[in-house]
């Protein structure tokens, strides 16, 4: 008895010592569990325009796969975010093939109203990887605000401002030009994608083509390299008739072009991809591609 009093302490310290270890261990799991749950991706809110089928010409709206009444979006995107911060959130919106731009535009005011702004827009080739398009909406003008009309280009000169429009038809103008071929015939809208990219540099130094100004960047290690910079900026342009499918291939040509300006200024400056970039160089790539 008295040899296992003497023996008591000692188990009691070692007992302590690693129940200790283990609550320590278990902490730091469930801290590393809150962390991990924080980086999950941001909560998304679906929507989905789909043509009705008993009535021509009317569609239904689809949020979260609940039918929904365009005039009550915005309650309903509010509700769902409700607790959450807005910036934080992604309303992704899809439609059936021929929806007109006009409903998808009273949708998007919906969602500025609830100040969902972040949205995502899926096309028919969204299975593939970063092929849906992610925009911020501006804004909703608070209750009783002064309505003021602001000209974003109006102190831009207009050779600076590349002119895309897709008309009803799915025929596009850009540039200078009207340019009749279907946007979702590969070989012309390849074609496409490689006339806005030379448009947007410009290297033959075109006077009817965007400036370009010749800017000193600092690179990484802190020295100093000139680049060619476009002053190039894309207006882009829809009817309400336009079809949601015409509306985002030809939003995702625009997209794809300044990826491959950057993707090739990036294999030229850094030998790799722009996925393969420090945040200092990104930094580099997107000042010399505005």
Known sequence: WIRLAATLPVI????????????????????????TSDRQEPLTFRIHVAKSKDEKGTYSIYCNDNLTDIETISKTVSEYFSGEEMYNTTVSIS?????????????KEQLRNA?????????????????????RLPPALQTGSPVVVVDAISNVDRRNVIVVRVNPKGEMFMGST??????????????????????????????????IELKD??????SSRQFRVSKGMVSFQND?????????????LITTAYKEIREELSAETFGKSL?????EEMQVIYQAVP
């Open 12 to 35: 009691t310290a070692v007992f302590l010592a690693f129940g200790c270890g283990v609550k320590s261990e278990a902490k730091a799991e469930k801290t590393a569990t809150n962390l």
């Open 95 to 107: 439609a059936d093939e021929n929806v007109p731009m006009g409903i998808i535009t009273d949708i």
């Open 115 to 135: 100040r969902a702004l972040k949205v995502r827009y899926e096309t028919n080739d969204s299975a593939i990887e970063g092929s849906a398009i992610e925009k």
């Open 178 to 211: 009207y340019v009749i071929g279907s946007l979702h015939n590969e070989v012309f809208y390849r074609k496409e994608i490689e006339r806005l990219k030379g448009i947007i540099a410009n290297s033959a130094d075109d006077t009817k083509n965007p400036e």
């Open 217 to 222: 960047i600092q690179m990484p290690d802190g």
């Open 240 to 252: 309400i008739e336009t079809s949601y499918e015409d509306y985002t291939k030809a939003m995702s």
């Open 275 to 279: 996925a393969d970039l420090s945040d």
